[in-house]
């Protein structure tokens, strides 16, 4: 029988298949789905939601080092946190597989980049294996196991946001049940002080050679590298889902070799099949990691100088691309209206950032999560945005800036959420009270990992499997640092909002460390029952001075020169209420 699934849900089925026994990752788009889909085979493997990237990749190959294959689930610019951890373990090897699942993301549909991580694969001196369909997906995990520990390395598993996403058929298979020799101690391996880390590099360049030579041979064998030949005339080498897009497009008889072991490349096997046709391209999305490589070898290629190394491709953008051919359409009679993404109505969010949008000299320095979107119109509430963390720690930066050039006239809040905090905020606030900054850290609690679709984090108080756990407390941690005073408060009551914003700018003003919680619950947490209710206009008292539409709340617009508020869209969380200065918006219990 055969299953319609996501690339990241039949990668969670290949885990299971597998034999893979713990798994630990953070949530990222593109490849959260992957972790979520395993608590259904928690009686054959453990699965966790780790505090980040790095700590993930460290559990995932400690299980590795005990014996056990293991997988770690990230996206790319999570493997930035994790890089730390999988460059040393490409110099000590596994004991375990060891496979680190990675989710690029061409089009930076979800990302703040899209940087290309085969590069991490070359740089680390680890094997890279790359699946381009659903099928694959699941089938080459076992492949990337059995790469893993036969050449002692772990296996960078390189996606993009279209292989996790796109839907396919797939062919289940039993598990693999796969027992781990007895733990033995074994310093010389896995404690890389420098002599070790020297004396193990050499084994890891001889480690290359042997992949390349197995990417020609078994690799091929076993369906890793496909070879599919056909008139002569064109020949392609391509990988991932450029494959598929390369198949529709190319003519019949074109000669393809899909390289599903991408590093080391099989420089063999790609010199003699270069041979065999007139005319060879390289198609790949992003960078010219394959290309480079091919032409390095003195293999004649076209590539990227018609492709591009922008954004990701589909079957129209080859097409026109390689043989000019652009799409008969038909175009749209009106533009279509720009929806960018905004903050949820009823989001506890939306108050914290009304409320320091009112004074322009406050400087907000944001991170990644819901709460980016602070920075969208009319909130116009962020100055930075960087990465995961970077919200204190950036703001620990202007800070001292400011101190040396000499402006006094600003405040910084330094904005990150609850799993942020956890993530890589803790750091962050220890550098503000370390380094005595004059800035105010606010996390931003709504009770869950909100963005990549509610996922547990340390301060929840459950675990991925579903099981009680301790809740950390934000407050008490701020405390422990030594922040005085800690104020938590409602986001949405903004008479409150605005009394603590003020009493801790007070408290800076005295020389003293303040910090912010906001705590309200996302109303979309199955678990929390929320209050039923909504708010109406009250169209005699309304004056249309545009006040509550400053909130940017989506269920709330204006509508015959009245503000108007859509009863679909409002969870009844009276912000724009609190905004109306004439008490035009009336809140209605349902």
Known sequence: MKHLMSGNEAIARGIYEAGIKVASAYPGTPSTEILEELPQYKDSLYCEWAPNEKVATEVAYGASVAGSRSVTTMKMVGLNVAADPLFTAGYMGVGGAYIIVNADDPSCHSSQNEQDNRHYARAAKIACIEPSDPQECKDFVALACEVSEQF?????????????HSKGLVEFGERTEVTAKPYARNTRKFVCVPANAYANHPLVEERLIKLAEYGCTTAVENGLNKLELGNGRIGVITAGISYTYAKEVFPEGTSFLKLGLTFPLPMKLIADFAKKVEKLYVIEELEPFMEDQIKAAGIPC?????????????????????????????????????????????????????????????????????????????????????????????????????????????????????????????????????????????????????????????????????????????????????????????????????????????????????????????????????????????????????????????????????????????????????????????????
């Open 152 to 164: 002692d390395t772990p296996v960078l598993y390189r996606t993009t946001t279209r292989v996790n």
């Open 302 to 590: 076209v590539g990227k100088e018609l492709i591009g190394n922008m954004y990701e491709l589909n079957t129209q953008l080859v097409r026109e691309r390689i043989f000019g051919e652009k799409a008969d359409c038909i175009a749209p009679d009106q533009a279509v209206a720009k929806r960018p993404p905004a903050l949820c109505p009823g989001c506890p969010h939306r108050g914290f950032f009304y409320t320091l949008s009112k004074n322009k000299n406050y400087v907000v320095t944001g991170d990644i999560g819901c709460y980016t979107l602070g920075v969208a119109p009319p909130l116009n509430c962020m100055d930075v945005c960087i990465c995961m963390g970077g919200g204190f720690s950036a703001g620990m930066g202007i800070s001292k800036s400011f101190e040396q050039e000499g402006v006094t006239d600003k405040v910084i809040f330094g904005v990150v959420g609850d799993s942020t905090f956890f993530h890589s905020g803790m750091t962050g606030a220890a550098e503000i009270i370390w380094n005595n900054g004059r800035m105010i850290p606010c996390v931003l609690d709504n009770r869950i990992t909100g963005m990549t679709g509610h996922q547990e984090n340390p301060g929840s108080g459950f675990t991925l499997q579903g099981d009680p756990s301790a809740m950390l407390s934000v407050e008490k941690i701020f405390t422990a640092y030594g922040f005085d005073p800690v104020l938590t408060v409602d986001p949405q009551d903004l008479t409150a909002m605005k009394n603590t914003v003020d009493t801790a700018v007070a408290a800076l003003n005295e020389g003293k460390h303040p910090a912010i919680v906001t705590r309200r619950p996302c109303l979309l947490i199955k678990r929390v029952k929320h209050e039923k209710a909504l708010c109406k206009v009250n169209p005699d008292k309304c004056r249309s001075c545009k006040s509550c539409l400053k909130v940017g709340c989506a269920a709330v617009s204006l509508k015959d020169g009245k503000a108007f508020i859509d009863a679909t869209q409002c969870v009844g969380c009276t912000v724009c209420a609190q905004a109306c200065p004439f008490d035009a918006i009336e809140k209605e219990e349902m």
